[in-house]
């Protein structure tokens, strides 16, 4: 999170952001880059396979899987 | 940036304009700073024997205008639009004690630029589409180990590409193929995700925040290898400086 949140936070608020605002705001902004890179078209793909010709020279239907996300604590 | 995309494209030796500047540049910077014998060696070797070392090519070699190409790309931003990046911004609500709004479309917004992020479905085409894709396994199967001759087969945990999870998802997609009237072989494409603050250096507060992931369709031993390259950088969040950094930029009044 950009550290010019305070200031503006103060601006628009008249007093500084807390701690457990602080970490809102980050879990919010790890959230909001997910929802970026899920879009629509991944979706798409995600549903309905996604048809890629292969380095072998071969046609498949590939359907993307989520399996493991590892992360530290977003609001960190 | 952007600019000279198709120019990367063709020459792999960018900023410099031939291998045979790249590797004369690379020989000045790669040796001791007293030049050695085992250099001379690597000069003759590497870079006069090289086969695409052409004379031509450094006729009018310039050293000054040679490092000078290099500093000036160190300069430009390290994310390509021809590897899928784009910069985005998002906006968050931010909320107050004592304050209500009609929704939160109501509260007031704090935009946050510099947002890298890349187009997953581009990388996993990208991912298909590699030499390395030979090495995919993009269907699952099952592994099982009997003890002795008259044993019950047991799951031998070790690949993703051998787990339960990924052959039951085999199966689903497996149906909905079917029912799209798919006559292509159907596979899986495995994504694993990462995300954790990494400190550039051991002084001040270079820090990146990343998004990265790897295709658990490629076997451990392959993917484990740092040479195999086979991690893929998703996004960069912006600025990870913790609570303390924040704060005392708040109260020392630092400008940004």
Redesign the interface.
């Known amino acids: 999170l950009p550290a010019t949140i305070q200031d503006i936070y103060q601006s628009i608020f008249g007093k500084a952001a807390t701690a457990a605002v602080l970490t809102h705001l980050k879990r919010e902004l790890l959230h909001a880059i997910w929802d970026l890179i899920i879009d629509e078209r991944f979706m798409d793909a995600y549903k309905n396979g996604i048809v890629v010709k292969f380095f072998d020279g071969i046609l498949r239907r590939i359907f993307p899987r989520f399996y493991t996300y590892s992360a530290d604590y977003p609001e960190k | 940036m952007g600019a000279n995309t198709t120019a990367e494209q063709k020459n792999p030796y960018t900023p410099f304009l031939n291998a045979s500047s790249y590797r004369m540049v690379d020989w000045h910077y790669n040796s001791s700073e007293t030049k050695s014998i085992a250099d001379l060696d690597r000069l003759a070797k590497d870079v006069i024997g090289a086969p695409d070392f052409n004379p031509a090519d450094v006729k009018f070699f310039n050293a000054a205008t040679e490092l000078k190409r290099m500093d000036d790309y160190l300069d430009e931003p390290g994310f390509s639009e021809a590897d899928g990046w784009k910069e985005?911004s998002?906006?968050?609500?931010?909320?107050?004690?004592g304050?209500r709004h009609a929704s939160e479309d109501h509260a007031?917004a704090?935009e946050?630029s510099?947002?890298w992020?890349r187009?997953?479905?581009q990388l996993?085409?990208s991912a298909?589409?590699?030499?390395?894709?030979?090495n995919l396994h993009?269907v699952p199967f099952e592994l099982k180990f009997k003890a002795s001759e008259d044993g019950e087969p047991e799951d031998v945990i070790s690949e993703?590409y051998n787990s339960q999870?990924?052959n039951s998802?085999y199966r689903e997609?497996l149906t909905?193929?079917a029912e799209?009237g798919?006559e292509?072989?159907?596979?899986?494409?495995?994504?694993?995700?990462?995300?954790?603050?990494t400190t550039l250096a051991n002084f001040g507060t270079a820090a990146l925040w990343p998004?990265y992931l790897y295709f658990?369709n490629l076997s451990k031993y392959i993917r484990g290898k740092p040479t195999s390259f086979s991690g893929q950088h998703?996004?960069y969040?912006?600025?990870?400086?913790?609570?303390y950094?924040?704060?005392m930029?708040?109260l020392m009044r630092i400008p940004?």
């Open positions: 985005r998002v906006k968050l609500r931010l909320p107050a004690d304050k007031p704090f946050v510099g947002v992020v187009d997953l479905t996993v085409i298909c589409e590699d030499r390395s894709a030979l993009t993703l999870a990924m998802d997609v909905k193929s799209l798919c292509l072989e159907p596979g899986i494409l495995a994504l694993q995700f990462w995300s954790d603050a998004i658990a998703l996004a969040i912006p600025s990870v400086s913790g609570h950094c924040e704060t930029a708040y940004d």
